[in-house]
């Protein structure tokens, strides 16, 4: 089981998004805790000045960046739409 921690940067823009896409994102981590789900949610590395973070889909818009800090442990930064990749 993966453990999650979170910046202030991500609390920040997740404490503004609507309490339906707020469950979605809980089930999502949820999920996201088991490598195994990790295909299904389309975790992938990023690349240029993202390259040491990782993506993952938490719905057809919405995607969460994140960062593997230790075999079992990553930090989550930021959470929106594509333009969080720029």
Known sequence: MIHVDYT??????YSKLS????T????KIELFKNKE????LKVHKLHGKL????SFSVNYKV?????????NKIIMHTIGDHDIYK
């Open 37 to 40: 789900n990790h295909q299904i």
């Open 19 to 22: 309490r339906d896409l707020k």
């Open 63 to 71: 995607r969460i960046v994140f960062e593997f800090v230790g075999k």
């Open 8 to 13: 202030s940067n991500f609390v920040k823009f």
């Open 24 to 27: 979605e994102i809980k089930e």
């Open 51 to 54: 390259k040491n973070r990782y």
